[in-house]
């Protein structure tokens, strides 16, 4: 098994994101201190030059790859050749290079989107390509997997220590509340938030409120990162979630309590459900020692009190 330890130079790939920033945030929590991070400005990941010269001259020892082109159902069905472009270039550099540089051990977040539609719940991870994806977010699916398989296939031909996990669906501090591109959580936060502000009497939500989904703050994921990075390196993907999930509908009750908003929700019937529901199983992570910590409703309270504090910045145009 490849360790990776305090001692160990990371590459965190994406660290200004939601989930690498928690990445970074843990690592440095758990006494790394050698971690190598890089502003879009400074390394283009989808420039294969700038990436090799990358690799060449600072040698990680690990790689963390949370860098994509992430959105919510409106982004993706908007913009599935960006999405899938940008991501599957991102992969392909990172990763391809990462062996050829002599990475120790690279761990690359997929999602949890790349399972069918259908897949039966909760969604083991022998469930992947059994069945068609949800189509909505189609383009970044295909492109997670090939980035899944592609560190499948390196660890099988080259015996490279490359691993893969699959989050559930993500929130907290850094995440992106812009209704164009937001998911559905942080949606509801700056939807709520601002129709208390307002005055207004009721928010308009998408869809019928009946999918349910499962919540991970992305503390909990940061922290399964970390621990998988120290003590697993079985390329076979990895879930990672609460094990329980909730109603659209519940949800949207939980975040109007957490705002303290006290008018109507509508829902929006002619805007997609997307996956009636998404619950992974989370036994093999279980299984290996690891389990999460906060709970929804203590991460939502965090949350918001994280977008209040950065709300004029967040207005103005930034996520922090």
């Keep these: 098994m490849t360790r990776i330890t305090a001692e160990n130079s990371i590459f965190v790939a994406g660290h200004r994101g939601l989930v690498g920033s928690a990445v970074e945030r843990k690592l440095r929590e758990k006494g790394f201190r050698k971690l190598l991070t890089k502003t879009r400005e400074e390394l283009d ?32 069905s908007t913009l599935p050749a960006e999405f899938i472009y940008s991501n599957l270039v991102i992969e392909v550099n990172v990763i391809h290079q990462a062996w050829l540089s002599g990475v120790k051990k690279l761990l690359f977040l997929g999602s949890s989107c790349i399972y069918p539609k259908f897949a039966q719940q909760p969604i083991r991870e022998e469930s992947l390509l059994t069945g068609p994806l949800e189509p909505t977010n189609e383009a970044y699916a295909i492109a997670k997997i090939a980035g899944l398989k592609m560190c499948e296939y390196y660890s099988r031909q080259y015996g490279a220590s490359f691993i893969s996990v699959m989050p559930t669906n993500l929130y907290g501090p850094g995440d992106n509340f812009d209704l164009e591109t937001s998911h559905v959580l942080p949606a509801m936060i700056r939807k709520f938030d601002d129709a208390n502000r307002r005055g207004e009497p009721r928010v308009l939500l998408w869809g019928t409120g009946k999918p349910r989904r499962e919540f991970l703050h992305v503390d909990d994921l940061a922290d399964a990162c970390v621990f998988l990075l120290e003590r697993h390196s079985d390329p076979q993907p990895v879930n990672i979630g609460w094990g329980e999930d909730i109603a659209v509908s519940d949800l949207a009750e939980m975040v109007r309590r957490v705002v303290g908003y006290g008018g109507q929700i509508e829902w929006d019937t002619s805007r997609p459900d997307g996956t ?12 290996l020692g690891w389990a999460p910590s906060i709970s929804l409703e203590k991460g939502i309270e965090q949350t918001y009190r994280w977008y209040c504090k950065h709300r004029t910045h967040i207005l103005d145009g930034g996520r922090k």
């Design 45 to 76: 990941l989808a420039d294969q030059g700038q990436v090799r010269a990358f690799f060449l001259d600072q040698q990680p020892d690990a790689v963390v790859l949370a860098a994509a082109k992430v959105g919510g159902i409106g982004a993706n």
């Design 276 to 287: 009636p529901r998404k619950l992974l199983d989370v036994s093999r992570l279980k299984s």
